[in-house]
């Protein structure tokens, strides 16, 4: 069946401009986490999704970072006023609720200029 | 906070060697432990999982085993394949139903040599 989907593959911004990134999460997997992955910080959790309960954004780096997901389904990760330091690969998994086994899209890479 | 520590990469390997690749972690519950793998120009995949004390966890001749009093979750193969070079990376996922986001050891990059 179809993986976790995620557009666009690679993103290239200048500084201080708005970028979204999306994810397609398996069909029927209610729990939706956005990660990033970045040289200098490794894998870092950003954000959780879990059915409809509130989101934990424990890990978002700052208010500059928001994410939705409509419907229980696609998700939406925003960075406004992006920065240099915002450069990495943006990924997001998505799991049944049931489960803490999460699969992974290909993730998203933004550059930054 | 919880953590995972694992050894500094790269680890080169002629084919058919044994590898181990060391991690070890701390947490306050009662973690469930993982291993991902990233091979070159794709995403991470899940290799295999252990989600309590003395489970082992196998797949594709990988195999980990949780150990709590060492609080390790060492990855092992007998015999190294060129196809196996890749991004190796442990994680936990916290116990006590907090949130099930992954917190990730560094990786280890394996280099698998003809």
């Known amino acids: 069946g179809a993986g976790v989907s995620q557009s666009p593959s690679n993103k290239v911004t200048e500084k201080g401009k708005d970028v979204e990134l999306r994810c397609d999460p398996i069909?029927?997997?209610?729990?939706l986490y956005w990660y990033r992955q970045s040289l200098g910080q490794g894998l870092e959790f950003l954000i959780y999704?879990?059915?409809?309960?509130?989101?934990?954004k424990s890990g978002l780096p700052s208010d500059r970072f928001s994410a939705e997901r409509t419907g229980g389904s696609v998700s939406t990760l925003t960075i406004q006023r992006t920065q240099q330091e915002d450069s990495a690969v943006y990924l997001c998994?998505?799991?049944?609720?049931?489960?803490?086994?999460?699969?992974f899209g290909p993730g998203t890479r933004l550059t930054v200029t | 906070g919880d953590s995972v520590t694992q050894m500094e990469g790269p680890v080169t390997l002629s084919e058919e060697a044994f590898l181990t690749i060391n991690c070890t972690y701390t947490?306050?519950?009662?973690?469930?432990l993982f291993w991902y793998v990233q091979y070159p120009g794709e995403g991470l995949q899940l290799l295999l999982k252990?989600?309590?004390?003395?489970d082992k966890g196998s797949n594709k001749g990988f195999e980990a085993t949780y150990r709590k009093e060492t609080t390790s979750f060492h990855l092992e193969k007998g015999s190294v394949q060129v196809s196996d070079s890749a991004v190796y990376f442990c994680?936990?996922?916290?116990?006590?139903?907090?949130?099930?986001?992954?917190?990730f050891g560094t990786g280890t990059l394996l280099a698998v040599q003809p």
């Open positions: 998994a998505s799991s049944f609720a049931s489960t803490n086994e999460q699969y």
């Open positions: 069909s029927g997997h209610t729990a």
């Open positions: 999704f879990q059915g409809n309960s509130a989101p934990d």
């Open positions: 947490a306050t519950g009662y973690p469930s």
């Open positions: 252990a989600t309590k004390a003395d």
């Open positions: 994680a936990l996922t916290p116990g006590g139903g907090a949130t099930n986001k992954l917190i």
